[in-house]
């Protein structure tokens, strides 16, 4: 058992890493409660972990980035409210970061803010998003655009949902896991490369330790900048890519593996920019992001007009230009002044570096 204290100006909260078999009844016992449960894990958890839930206590949704919208929220509400929920109500969230985003959005908002409990399920929510108190609902296709602070009062991580993970979405987990590794500098590289074999065959002991040291590096950067205002933003490193190939895509690349390759496209920016040596961008590439891409790379279906005018809609755009955050021989930086062309020539050149390895079928 681990526990994590995450300092808010909302409100401070924690994060626990063990077995929820601790809490579950707990959790059933609160007043005033309603589950929101994804429609997955509900299906395979119903007659086990979540038995002792009663069906009247039960919301099911389904969580795809379809539904991760205004329209959805708007179910959510409509289900509480007829259920005459009040200020008093506590959501229980179990789920991953799309019904994470979408219930928190929810929480933050109805009443103006009700009490709000979270379980992940995924190893993206378990190691990155279930802290830092992001909500965030998509709009008219676009990736996130809408969206509020709003910490849980308590986060309670089990390793072991991670065993029913299909194969996609663990490797979409991965891909957060190993951006907030190379952030965390050359001795969580280290261990990163070191523990690669077992966490691809889920070794729970170390998805356990990867989740921990995850949860720290990012607490390094959201610490004092809770508002992204400032070194906080640097985490959307591998993201102002990622959220336009998810968006152009239709969410076929999930998000996760859309990060990877924002890396590796904004380690080739950043390379062909003089700020990070061939060396390293090699290294990062080679050891660490490609052999965790497992969604096959078309530029021939990413209409690169497409990815760039969904990057100029990104939320985290200030100036004129496109922004990125890239990775440099030191440290990582973000610039707004990206051009369209950089981002063809990288997405080629990548392209031609995967076809080469044999990645794509």
Known sequence: MCLIEITSNIRNYTAQIGSINECMNDLINLEHKTFLIDEKVYQIYQDTLLEKIPEEMVLIFPAQEKNKTLNGARKIIDYLLEKSAKKNLTLVTIGGGILQDVSGFVASTLYRGINWLLIPTTLLSMADSCIGSKTSINYRGYKNLIGTFYPPSKVWIDPLFVNTLKKADY???????????????????????????????????????????????????????????????????????????????????????????????????????????????????????????????????????????????????????????????????????????????????????????????
Do not use: W
């Open 171 to 361: 490797y979409s987990g991965l891909g957060e896991v190993i951006k907030l590794h190379i952030m965390g500098g050359p001795s969580y590289i280290h261990d990163l490369q070191t523990n690669y074999a077992s966490l691809f065959s889920r070794d729970i002991s170390i998805v356990e330790k990867s989740i921990y040291d995850s949860l720290q590096i990012k607490l390094s950067y959201i610490s004092g900048d809770e508002f992204d205002q400032g070194r906080r933003n640097l985490l959307n490193y591998g993201h102002c890519v990622g959220h336009a190939i998810e968006s152009v895509t239709n969410f076929r690349i999930p998000h996760g593996q859309a990060v990877i390759i924002g890396m590796a496209v904004a380690n080739r920016v950043s390379c062909s920019r003089g700020t990070l040596s061939k060396e390293k961008c090699s290294f990062f590439e080679t050891s660490l992001l490609l052999p965790a891409l497992i969604k096959p790379l078309h530029t021939t279906e990413m209409d690169l007009s497409a990815i760039t005018e969904a990057m100029g809609k990104d939320k985290k755009r200030t100036g004129k230009g496109l922004a990125l955050v890239m990775a440099a021989d030191e440290d990582f930086f973000r610039i707004d002044d990206l051009k369209p062309e950089e981002i063809g020539f990288a997405f080629r050149d990548l392209e031609e570096k995967i076809v080469n390895r044999g990645r794509l079928v």
